[in-house]
């Protein structure tokens, strides 16, 4: 299981590696060529034994228009070091491999964004021996999805938006439409991307409203967060616990809830009802449709 953030913003590349040339020509407009093949490659630079580098993720990507090395790096803040090492990174990988390197920044920070688009220059002034620009995905530029036939069209791209965002008051407006989209891809690679969003997912209230919203959709039920949500719900007081999760969902959608719906809801013992009725939460359009 992915328990942070730094691994999933990198490992989401890893699980669906177009997403990658889709996010630099779509979000940052670089006109990088159509991919061809992919291969994931061995993450480790160390070439001497006392000195260990070791980049996120590396994959390479054949294109008509020749092979590039494509270096992710997730970043949590602002950190001087990285600049040296990046360039190093670079270096190493075309002198290995003769093949052109392209350093990719994701970050859930905007500060640490603009601090990762600086150049990085090194030589004399006006005379650089070896400049290093980095493009760098993060809260700024990646859009915030937030409609729910736009996140169906890309699902990965949608989970990548719900991840940079993930640290931000905006999260939660693209989790709903998210959890809709995600029924339309395979139950392996849903469970992956729930995975991801949970790991990236800040505020408590935000990553609350995720779980009971996987808690309400079947395929989820065998993702290990989900076992977790299981668990709790094992506990003494479950089914107040799924009628509570019921109502906050209608609730977190702006569903005007009326008290003959909320009385009903809190009042039932009848656990299948109430998941049937948590089901209908995420897509109803008025309260009294779950009672229907």
């Known amino acids: 299981m992915v328990s942070s953030s730094h691994e999933a913003l990198h490992r989401v590349f890893q699980k669906d590696p177009a997403l990658l040339t889709r996010a630099l020509q779509r979000v940052l407009h670089v006109p990088f060529p159509e991919p061809r093949d992919f291969a994931v490659l061995n993450a480790d630079l160390t070439e001497i034994e006392p000195i260990e580098r070791r980049v996120d993720t590396l994959m390479r990507v054949e294109t008509d228009e020749g092979a590039y090395l494509l270096v992710v790096e997730a970043q949590g803040k602002v950190d001087e070091d990285k600049r040296g090492s990046w ?46 620009r980095p493009l760098v995905l993060g809260p700024e530029n ?107 969902i209608l609730e977190w959608r702006g569903i005007p809830v009326p008290d003959e719906v909320r009385e009903q809801v809190l009042a039932c013992t009848d656990l299948e009802q109430l998941e049937v009725w948590a089901r209908r939460a995420v897509h109803a359009e008025a309260a009294e449709e779950l009672l229907r």
């Open 87 to 132: 360039a190093y990174y670079l270096s190493y990988l075309y002198a290995k491999y003769r093949c052109e390197p392209v350093l990719i920044v994701i970050t859930q920070s905007g500060a640490t964004a603009r601090w990762a688009a600086r150049p990085i220059r090194l030589g004399l002034p006006g005379w650089h021996s070896l400049t290093v």
């Open 142 to 248: 990646v859009p915030l999805i937030v409609d729910e036939k736009e996140a169906e069209r890309d699902v990965p791209l949608a989970v990548l938006s719900a991840m940079t965002h993930g640290r931000g008051k905006q999260a939660t407006a693209i989790l709903k439409p998210l959890a809709t989209a995600l029924r339309t891809v395979d139950a392996e690679s849903a469970a992956v991307f729930v995975q991801f969003v949970d790991s990236c997912l800040v505020d408590s209230q935000a990553k609350e409203i995720w779980r009971d919203l996987m808690a309400a959709i079947h395929y989820f039920f065998r993702h290990p967060v989900a076992e977790q949500v299981r668990e709790e719900g094992r506990e003494e007081g479950r089914l107040e616990d799924r009628a509570e999760m019921t109502l906050r």
